[in-house]
């Protein structure tokens, strides 16, 4: 089975490698522009449109986000599965309007394998498969990966985002917002704001009866003030440690609950691990689907996502090798009665059964 | 000019006020005093985490 990654950047690099080590003999990897390093295990190749691209039975977009939903809509419509990387709100709104088109090819389109939206969306799903009822799903980003994920980060903070209010979807304003996150070490806390993210699309994709989805991006002071400008200086070649961080607030026997997760690892090798997943899982439901002919569960032709990808558990097990997962477990001492107590934050949200 | 500085004292004894009353009868706010954040491993993931 031939599984060629298109865009030969850090996640493109990263997502060839993973996956050439985990046993796939057939991994292209294949650059638009840049002259690629041979990499042990797999072919590369250069130039879009690319022979090896066609020919493949999986291909996974690690491209800039702007360039995917028109490479996807090629290679769907020729009934070839492909996995996005795109983390723009507008680009994943033009991957989800290819449903329709996807379906019709009987191809599947993966969006949202990236670390935000992707893992972020991972652990929302994992969390609120643990609850009887979801009423709240909060999300943050902390972080960069590589050029063109920090550009990506500078131009959310400039544009309108989406949240999820009353089970509907609006426009959230940017930087509005502040929220301090406590990620786990050695992120610690950080001021997030309101940006323009994918994931409350996403989630509210996956669960539309939800009454509160939002999701914030963590900014500095300057990140903010020079948001509408131009980058005053070239992005670093790969940032430091991201993490992510999920909130899920709702019912379980009757008691309200919060419970949280983070991951951790720089963003890069985040989303190349949550691709190559995709396509690890995505590669053995075509091998056995070859009897069937269509898709069995968790799949379906069309549009899938992390956070609508029912069975996540070997997606989380497959991941967390290269991506440190954490939960939380916070409790305090009641200051009236000296007694430790769990934190029960939900029970300021207004919970409705 | 004295307006100006009549407000400015009033304005700062309402947060001030504000302040103290969340200081000491809010509760939720409090950062945790036991736990945190633990790693979960890859074994752990296969169930759904619980309290």
């Known amino acids: 089975m031939r599984i060629a990654i ?32 041979p990499l042990e295990g797999v072919l590369v ?31 769907v419509k020729a009934g070839t599965h492909v996995v996005s990387t795109a983390d723009n709100l507008t680009d994943v709104e033009r991957l989800l309007a290819l449903h329709e088109t996807a379906a019709a090819a009987n191809a599947i389109l993966v969006v949202g394998a990236c670390y935000s939206p992707g893992l972020s969306s991972l ?17 943050a980003q902390f972080g960069t990966g590589g050029p063109a994920c920090a550009r990506q980060h500078h131009r959310a903070l400039a544009s309108e985002g989406t949240e999820v209010h009353q089970a509907q979807l609006r426009t959230a304003r940017r930087g ?16 997030c ?15 539309p009866t939800v009454r509160r989805i939002e999701s914030r991006q963590a900014a500095t002071r300057r990140d903010r003030l020079t948001a509408r400008l131009p980058m005053l200086r070239p992005p670093h070649e790969e940032g430091l440690t991201g993490a992510v961080w999920v909130e899920v607030r709702g019912l379980v026997d009757g008691q309200i609950e919060h419970r949280a997760m983070a991951a951790t690892a720089p963003h890069a090798t985040g989303a190349a691990a949550m691709a190559a997943a995709f396509s690890h899982e995505l ?46 477990d916070g409790s305090q001492i009641d200051p009236t009665s000296g007694q430790e107590r769990k934190i029960h934050a939900a029970r300021k949200w207004g919970l409705t059964t | ?46 169930r759904p985490t619980s309290d």
């Open chain 1, 283 to 328: 590669a053995a439901e075509l091998r056995a689907s070859v009897v069937d002919d269509a898709p069995s569960e968790p799949w379906s032709v069309g549009v899938n996502s992390a956070a609508d990808y029912g069975t996540i558990v070997p997606l989380m097990g497959l991941m967390s090798q290269k991506v440190r997962l954490w939960t939380y």
């Open chain 1, 6 to 37: 298109v865009g030969a950047g850090l996640v493109g690099q990263r997502t060839a490698r993973m996956l050439a080590s985990s046993g796939f003999d057939d991994v292209v990897l294949i650059s638009q522009s840049r002259p690629i390093e």
């Open chain 2, 1 to 46: 000019m004295f307006t100006m500085f009549r407000r400015a004292v009033f304005g700062a004894a309402i947060a001030a006020t504000t302040a103290a009353i969340l200081r000491i009868f809010g509760g939720d706010g409090a950062p945790p005093q036991r736990g945190g954040w633990r790693e979960v491993d890859p074994d752990d993931v296969q």
């Open chain 1, 45 to 75: 190749g250069q130039g879009w449109p690319h022979p090896a691209a066609r020919d493949a039975d999986i291909v996974v977009l690690a491209t800039e986000s702007s360039r995917q939903p028109s490479m996807a809509a090629r290679l």
């Open chain 1, 176 to 191: 509005s917002g502040r929220e301090l996150v406590w990620f786990p070490n050695p992120v610690g806390p950080a001021d």
């Open chain 1, 193 to 207: 704001y309101r940006a323009g993210l994918a994931d409350p699309l996403l989630l509210h994709r996956a669960f």
């Open chain 1, 123 to 139: 652990l929302a799903a994992h969390l609120a498969s643990s609850m009887d009822h979801v009423d709240t799903i909060s999300t």
